[in-house]
């Protein structure tokens, strides 16, 4: 049996071990990306692209459960929508500044994924993705028929107030820097997760969770904080898109929300650092072209799904480090 | 006429609504025990299969001018049919990949699914008239029971009781659940498994699709209709343990009578009150009410 999250086979492995090269550089294609980032509202509609950021940093919070702890949650929704919920009311009714609504949306976001996580972490496999979407669906409820939500409604015309009460948040290009900022801590706090003692100790609960166990690493803890930070990410994007489009309703606690993350993830190879922000970039995009077409938009994700499963387990991210490992492994 | 400080009609009334929507519960919830039993997967299509049956039934009446009854047998015979083909071509060649896997491919099946239905019918969803001999109802004294609902739940206990049969107390019961225990031994013995694989899976979408024609004349036929419950099911599912047809059955019974009462007394928890069950569960027997491992 194959894992989930095992994409990459010994080979390479043994060939990324000899790549040292400058274009195997984070840094480097970190400042670069950073660079792009920084002039695209310049030459693209700066709410799309605030869009997509926010999506991405959802997709890599989801990433981080699923690649690299391998705990495939279907109720990220929950924590993205929840919080959109918490910023927005912030924001609206008690007056917040900017950056504490955000504060206060990733609060709520990794207060709610203790709660799940608590309850989640007790079965394994297929029963984790199904409570985790069962638990989803109870705030979904909640989020229905309580009334700080607005209901069917949702909330609107959340205002943007200043930064730190003083740094003028009302045009969309101001908003898209914000954004940009919280996607870049978001993605730095989730690299050094993953490259961190208690990020190596993750992977080896993945690998063989009695193992770890038995060298002494109590295995629920681990996976219930890496919940938490997931969650808390996952709000954190969700209470950036409040920032970006002044609302927050009910789509973004609906189980469907929990699949286009997923679908995000897989697209763009599990358990890759890139992989995520890639997949957020084509289904964000997708939806774009396709939002005015009824629901082909859902019918051309599902279909993806169903391809990604059976021929493209890898990913776009995933197939390219292979590849390319491959052909540098034969080069050399 | 007071019952636990609400009058008994109220009550009762209630209770009926319960009872038939754990008989849906149950059906599907049974219908994806048999299939994690041999394939290991949770099929996350379950509910958009649920809503084909129903959809089946109702273009069958509208373009063939088939009816109910023949319905009833027709369609969950289609569906089967079409759900053998899903696992012959699409779940079989991950099979051996982790189930993690299946769970992925059949909700994009769902998403797939239900999007084409919503392209073509939209989302306020056609009617299914009652057949004309299950029209009316029956005065109880105490309330008015309309004899489709009644036909509902006799109609799912029967079928529960009769896979329940089939898979306790005949010979391919017996091998079907050999092939859960240990496949490779069974194949050994010269019984074609990949073969009983299909048909397990055919049979567990044949019932989602009996519960989706059952429920045709109660609720509209809608493309939404699977997804709103199978995430309930799933709860269930929790809640009972994916590991005996028995328990499958009775805790959809159970938790849609819960629902049911919860109504009553808190309107409000009703939609919530089968996943607070759950969380319960969780916490006080993990394996569920009847699972045998974690």
Known sequence: MTDITKTEDARTVRARSRSSSILADVRLWAAIGFVLLLIAPHYVYPVFVAKILCFALFAAAFNLLLGFAGLLSFGHAAFFGMSAYVTGYCLQTLGFSAELGILAGTAAGALLGLGMGLLAIRRQGIYFAMITLALAQMVYFVALQAPFTGGEDGMQGVPRNALFGVIDMSTNMNVYYLVLGVFCIGLFIIYRTVHSPFGQVLKSIRENEPRAISLGYDADHYKLMAFVISAALSGMAGSAKVMVFQLASLTDVQWQMSGEVVLMAVLGGIGTMLGPIVGATIIISLQNELAQIGSISTIVQGAVFVFCVLAFRRGIVGEIKHRWALWRSRSS | ?294
């Open chain 2, 1 to 294: 006429m007071d019952f636990l400080g609400v009058p008994f009609p109220v009550f009762a009334g209630q209770l009926l609504i319960g009872l038939i929507n754990g008989a849906f519960y149950a059906v599907l919830s049974l219908g994806l025990a048999l299939i994690f039993g041999l394939l290991n997967i949770v099929n996350f299509a379950h509910g958009a299969l649920y809503m084909v049956g129903a959809f089946v039934a109702f273009l069958l009446l509208d373009v063939l001018g088939i009816g109910y009854w023949p319905a009833l047998v027709l369609s969950p015979i289609i569906v089967g049919v079409f759900g053998m083909a899903i696992e012959r071509f699409l779940l079989r060649p991950i099979a051996d990949l982790d189930h993690l896997y299946g769970l992925l491919l059949t909700f994009g099946l769902a998403l797939l699914i239900e999007g084409l239905f919503r392209q073509v019918y939209g989302v306020s969803g056609e009617t299914y008239a009652i057949p004309a001999a299950l029209q009316g109802g029956f005065n109880l004294g105490f309330m008015f029971l309309p004899t489709y609902r009644a036909w509902v739940i006799v109609a799912a206990v029967v079928v529960c009781g009769a896979t329940w049969f089939l898979i306790e107390q005949t010979r391919l019961g017996a091998t079907m659940r050999a092939a859960v225990e240990n496949a490779d031994l069974v194949r050994a013995f010269g019984v074609n498994v990949p073969l009983l694989v299909t048909l397990t899976y055919g049979l567990g979408v044949a019932l989602a699709a009996f519960a989706g024609v059952l429920a045709a004349p109660i609720y509209s036929v809608n493309p939404l209709m699977g997804s709103n419950i199978i995430i309930v099911v799933f709860a269930i599912v929790v809640i009972g343990g994916l590991g005996s047809i028995k328990g499958a059955i009775l805790s959809g019974f159970l938790l849609g009578i819960a629902e049911g009462v919860t109504r009553v007394y808190y309107p409000e928890a009703s939609n919530i009150i089968i996943f607070v069950v759950m969380a319960v569960v969780l916490i006080v027997r993990p394996a569920g009410l009847f699972g045998k491992t974690a």
